[in-house]
């Protein structure tokens, strides 16, 4: 079983800075991807950012320029998504999505964690 974390949500001013983390724990070979999503109130679930395992990334026009996903060092199954420049329009729950495969099976796994709210108010 795999567990996915996040982490690092917050009230924060527009213009202001915030990073998420996402921690992947439990009986993994491998990661494929981790994914970065958000929903706001009312509103449908959508991409934000992604990371696959060879460190190419991918963001939506939204936040390009502003975010940054990248793998924290030191630490095999955790990826932080850096917000800069943050806006009210970003505020929403942030989810992070992870694939990849388990350990004792090599069969492939897609966990998702439980969301950490972004709150942009000034």
């Known amino acids: 079983q795999v567990h996915v974390v996040e982490s690092g949500g917050g009230l924060v001013q527009p213009g202001g800075s915030l990073t998420l983390s996402c921690a992947a724990s439990g009986d993994i070979f491998s990661i494929n991807n981790f994914d970065w999503y958000r929903q706001p109130p009312g509103k449908e679930r959508e991409l934000v950012a992604s990371?696959?395992?060879?460190?190419?990334?991918?963001y939506a026009n939204s936040v390009r320029g502003r975010f940054t996903i990248a793998r924290e060092r030191g630490a095999l199954y955790t990826v932080n998504l850096q917000m800069n420049n943050l806006k009210p329009d970003d505020a929403a729950v942030y989810y992070c999505h992870v694939k990849g495969l388990v350990m004792t099976t090599l069969v492939g796994f897609d966990s998702w964690g439980r969301g950490t709210q972004v709150t942009v108010s000034s």
């Open positions: 990371f696959s395992g060879r460190g190419n990334t991918n």
